[in-house]
């Protein structure tokens, strides 16, 4: 019952094919696209206003990656991305440090760590909270296997270092923003 | 054939996962829980009844030389359109699945159905073909990630039943996906396979 090859019918049917499915796709994907957008959008919002205090305003530094958050007039502090690479690949947070250059919050936007293992790193509340509060200027940034005073995820270390790194890195832009 | 037997064949006789090993990959890299598996389960099944019914319709026209060509672009296509609708609606289990729903181009049970039933058989049989083998790949991908939760994380859909601390976490990763699919495989085989 298979139809006989020539090459009329082959360029035919497969060219109407491929026309018909790049036609579906374009449409899906002017469909989808503000639903997508919104739902990035979302997540972002969510995560920032989960990394700093209360805000009013917020002013994105594309070449930075940061959001500034003010309140009034007052800088109550700058939502950070940082990323690095963990155990399973990129590693991805944002930090909140309000302008006494203590960090407010932290939170994963992505990652691929082990599930069960480095994964912890969004679900584990001891390892998350140490993160509410943590001065620098106090408190050494590096897990306690470095000498350091972060508490890593138990059989994760990789994870935390990196982790850690990360919020290391955040503290880098923000000092970087403080000495414009 | 009638079309419940043609669903419960996909369930059991042609089952892909235990019975005709099929689509290992996103089998054991899924199944980290049970709803993880689950929903790579139902992707999977969207895709499959879909693809079976256009290539059923499509196949009477289509030039034996490109067949394969014309079907991977009809799968592609409805894999892609998954892709945009879970990113736009449900972003939390897509970042979960992210990697693995492109996978479900290359996945044997949609080009092996497509080639094994779809382009011999009319389009609503290839729709139930394509809902019983789905269906067989969403219990399956469940159980076997049920299992592995239960032992590597000492909960089930989410739900942790042993109050805190780990459980034990070889399940959760490679090595405990090839135990558990193993040993649920002689469990199924010796369950079902009776001739």
Not at chain 1, 42 to 65: C, M, T, W
Not at chain 2, 68 to 73: E, T
Not at chain 2, 144 to 162: C, D, K, T, Y
């Amino acid at each position: 019952m298979a139809v006989n090859s020539n090459l009329t019918n082959m360029v035919l049917v497969l060219g109407l094919t491929c026309l018909f499915c790049s036609a579906v796709l374009g449409g899906a994907y002017v469909l989808t696209k503000d639903p997508i957008e919104k739902a990035a959008a979302e997540k972002q919002n969510r995560a920032i206003a989960q990394v700093l205090p209360h805000f009013s305003d917020l002013e994105y530094n594309a070449d930075g990656h940061y959001y500034k958050a003010t309140d009034g007039d007052a800088v109550v502090g700058y939502a950070i991305e940082s990323s690095t690479v963990g155990f399973g690949g990129a590693l991805s947070l944002m930090v909140g440090i309000t302008p006494d250059g203590v960090v407010y919050n932290s939170s994963v936007l992505s990652h691929s760590e082990t599930p069960g293992l480095g994964a912890k790193c969004t679900t584990d509340g001891r390892f998350m909270d140490q993160w509410r509060g943590f001065n620098p200027s106090v408190k050494k940034l590096s897990v306690t296997k470095d000498g350091g005073d972060v508490d890593a995820i138990t059989a994760s270390t990789i994870t935390s270092r990196a982790y850690t790194q990360a919020v290391a890195n955040a503290l880098d832009t923000f000092n970087a923003i403080c000495h414009e | 054939m009638s079309k419940l037997r043609l669903i419960g064949d996909g369930l059991v006789k042609n089952n892909p996962t235990f019975v005709l090993l099929l689509g290992m990959c996103p089998t054991l890299a899924t199944t980290t829980s049970a709803i993880n598996g689950m929903s790579m389960g139902l992707a999977t099944l969207f895709v499959l009844v879909l693809s079976n019914m256009a290539i059923s319709a499509l196949a009477p026209v289509v030039p034996d030389k490109v067949h394969i060509p014309v079907y991977i672009v009809v799968i592609a296509t409805f894999v892609t359109l998954l892709q945009l609708l879970m990113q736009a609606f449900t972003p939390a289990m897509y970042e979960t699945l992210g990697l693995f729903i492109p996978l479900i181009v290359v996945n044997c049970i949609v080009l092996g159905r497509a080639e094994a039933f779809a382009n011999k058989h009319g389009v609503l049989e290839s729709a139930c073909d394509g809902l019983g083998v789905g269906l067989g790949f969403t219990c399956s991908l469940t159980v076997l990630g049920l299992v592995r939760e239960i032992l590597g994380s000492g909960s089930a859909f989410g739900w942790n039943f042993i109050g805190g601390g780990d459980g034990m976490l070889a399940f959760v990763m490679a090595p405990g996906a090839f135990l558990c699919l193993g040993y649920l495989m002689v469990l199924f085989n010796k369950l079902f396979k009776k001739n």
